[in-house]
């Protein structure tokens, strides 16, 4: 479901969230109630919002829970499938390339850096790959993810009871046959969607569910927030002045990613890690 709602900060959030499938074993709709949590960031403030789902027979409604006198728009729930076809999710499922796709990322930061080109415009080349490396940062870390979890029957029951939303699903015996049949595609369509909308939940899912730890990403949170300012306002923030940006910065966000990677690929292919050196 799309929602809309305005930050003390005035800044204009716009999200998509989860809507749980309401309780079916209820026999009226006053019981058939399902509630889902989950925080928005402020790209502006970096204030969090906790955001209430709830969802019955009749209708899904939304809250900003810790801020009471928050008034959210939404639209109606929509099933997030239709966004990826069967193929692309295939591909997630059965790729084993998630961190030579990362590091072909990186080779061509590397290369497009080199081009020649004057100092007003290598601005907006700095905005355009650093946006480009953090999309390259949150790709990798989704489909290592999904490939992992949907190739591993342990994986798989380890998140469906570590995850609220899994945890909290509610099915008749028929609707239990018919997800085990579809199980990996509605495992990395949830996911997918979950992932890429909301970074800030993949430490402690790659934590409970593959027992990888991240320490401390606050760097990546940051990035996150600056690449908001790269993305949607071309390289300047809320009061229209320009973000820093340069070489430097660029290096240093690309060095933790790759110590990122590094990390998470020596936990989940401890046997087939092959070290990579990209010099910047």
């Known amino acids: 479901m799309d929602i809309s709602f305005s930050c003390k900060c005035g800044e204009r959030i716009e999200e998509t969230v989860y809507v749980p499938a309401p309780n079916f074993m209820a026999e009226e709709n006053k019981d058939s109630a399902s509630e889902h949590y989950e925080e928005i960031c402020c790209m502006s403030c970096e204030r969090e919002h906790e955001i209430l789902v709830v969802n019955t027979f009749s209708a899904a409604d939304c809250y900003v829970t810790s801020d009471g006198n928050t008034d959210v728009s939404f639209g109606m729930p929509y099933f997030p499938e239709s966004d990826y076809d069967e193929d692309e999710l295939a591909w997630l499922i059965q790729s084993e390339?998630?961190?030579?796709?990362?590091?072909?990322?990186?080779?061509?930061?590397?290369?497009?850096?080199?081009?020649?080109?004057?100092?007003e415009a290598y601005f907006s080349l700095l905005v355009?790959?650093?946006?480009?490396?953090?999309?390259?940062?949150?790709?990798?870390?989704?489909?290592?993810?999904?490939?992992?979890?949907?190739?591993?029957?342990?994986?798989?029951?380890?998140?469906?009871e570590t995850d609220p939303t899994f945890?909290?699903?509610?099915?008749?015996?028929?609707?239990?046959?018919?997800?085990?049949?579809?199980?990996?595609?509605?495992?990395?369509?949830?996911?997918?969607?979950?992932?890429?909308?909301?970074?800030?939940?993949?430490?402690?899912?790659?934590?409970?569910?593959?027992?990888?730890?991240?320490?401390?990403?606050?760097?990546?949170?940051?990035?996150?927030?600056?690449?908001?300012?790269?993305?949607?306002?071309?390289?300047?923030?809320?009061?229209?002045n320009k973000i820093e940006l340069s070489v430097e910065i660029l290096r240093e966000l690309v060095t933790e990613?790759?110590?990122?990677?590094?990390?998470?690929?020596s936990k989940i292919h401890p046997t087939s890690l092959s070290e990579f050196d990209i010099s910047f």
């Open 97 to 119: 390339t998630q961190i030579e796709i990362f590091q072909n990322h990186i080779k061509s930061v590397e290369k497009i850096l080199e081009a020649n080109i004057d100092s």
């Open 167 to 240: 945890s909290k699903m509610k099915f008749t015996l028929k609707e239990i046959f018919e997800e085990q049949e579809k199980l990996k595609i509605t495992v990395a369509t949830y996911l997918k969607d979950l992932i890429f909308h909301d970074l800030k939940k993949v430490k402690p899912m790659y934590k409970d569910v593959l027992d990888c730890e991240f320490g401390d990403i606050s760097w990546l949170f940051k990035a996150v927030v600056t690449r908001h300012h790269c993305v949607h306002r071309a390289g300047y923030d809320k009061e229209n």
């Open 128 to 160: 355009m790959l650093y946006g480009h490396v953090v999309a390259a940062i949150e790709a990798y870390l989704s489909s290592t993810f999904i490939q992992k979890v949907t190739n591993s029957e342990k994986l798989t029951r380890k998140l469906i």
């Open 257 to 265: 990613a790759q110590d990122l990677t590094s990390l998470i690929e």
